[in-house]
């Protein structure tokens, strides 16, 4: 798997950077999703596949990609297929550090440094290739209003981009809501990203008790919301933020 390509964890912490404050929005339910968005991009990869609502490991051969090679292992090592749920759920300590820590290096973001009460110490991360999230944008713009089928990446990003509550940070308002719907409807057009997004939901929703069915085509056209999480990420802000009771968030600054 080529570096060329952005993968799809690092689109959506994309998608969450507010270009004006530096901070992510949903931070908590971020986090899923990006765990969440590994799997994607593994699916993709040729790497893993859906087995009902469960995931297996398919080609344990690395992609090339540190982060998703570390997911790939922790998979291969359950050695049978996880729940999707149970996966999302579980700690995933420092990940968004670590993808907003890549984009730094890949010249995509830059981090700036600063105090909360002139006292602790904070870090926020600021796009510097905006022409990149642009695109971005632009790819689900394009799918939100054209109502042709998205690719597979395209469907993913916005099944996983409203599953952790970005619509309201992309498509604010009342001017937004008809887009806010149809974010959420392109939930269809890809098996594995609408798995991942309604598991993803359901961990926040703490609906991982029962197995649920497989996502075919039209499941999940919006039955299912994500937990509100109103606020955006006040990035540099002390303390720890639980991710509804499936480990902590500790990191000062990578919030």
Same mark, same amino acid.
């Given at each position: 798997?080529?570096?060329?390509?952005? &993968?799809?964890?690092? !689109?959506?912490?994309?998608?969450?950077?507010?270009?004006?404050?530096? &901070?992510?929005?949903?931070?908590?339910?971020?986090?899923?999703?990006?765990?969440?968005?590994?799997?994607v991009e593994l699916a993709l990869a040729g790497r893993i596949a859906p087995d009902g609502d469960r995931i297996a490991v398919v080609m344990a051969r690395p992609t090339g990609d540190p982060t998703l090679d570390s997911a790939l292992e922790l998979l291969r090592r359950r050695g049978s297929p996880v729940r999707a749920v149970h996966w999302i759920g579980g700690p995933r300590l420092g990940l968004r550090q670590t993808y907003l820590t890549h984009l730094e290096r890949c010249g995509m973001v830059h981090a700036v440094a600063g105090q909360m009460?002139?006292?602790?110490? &904070?870090?926020?991360?600021?796009?510097? !290739?905006?022409? @990149?999230?642009? !695109? @971005?944008?632009?790819?689900?713009?394009? *799918?939100?209003?054209?109502?042709?089928?998205?690719?597979?990446?395209? #469907? #993913?990003?916005? #099944?996983? *981009?409203h599953a952790v509550g970005l619509g309201k940070h992309l498509y604010p308002g009342n001017e937004g809501r008809s887009s806010r719907s149809r974010l959420r409807d392109l939930i269809r057009h890809d098996p594995m990203g609408g798995l991942v997004a309604h598991a993803v939901m359901d961990v926040q929703n703490g609906v991982a008790a029962q197995p649920r069915r497989s996502a075919g085509p039209g499941a999940?056209?919006?039955?299912?919301?994500?937990?509100?999480?109103? &606020?955006?990420? *006040?990035?540099?802000v002390p303390g720890q933020s639980r991710r509804h009771g499936h480990g902590s968030m500790a990191r000062v600054g990578a919030r």
């Open positions: 798997m080529g570096r060329s390509r952005r &993968t799809i964890p690092e !689109e959506l912490l994309l998608l969450a950077l507010d270009p004006a404050t530096g &901070t992510t929005a949903q931070p908590q339910s971020l986090d899923l999703g990006l765990a969440g968005a590994q799997l009460c002139g006292v602790l110490p &904070t870090t926020r991360y600021q796009a510097t !290739e905006t022409a @990149i999230s642009r !695109e @971005i944008r632009t790819r689900l713009d394009n *799918a939100i209003r054209t109502g042709v089928p998205p690719d597979p990446r395209t #469907a #993913a990003l916005a #099944a996983l *981009a999940g056209s919006g039955t299912r919301q994500a937990a509100a999480h109103p &606020t955006a990420d *006040a990035t540099g």
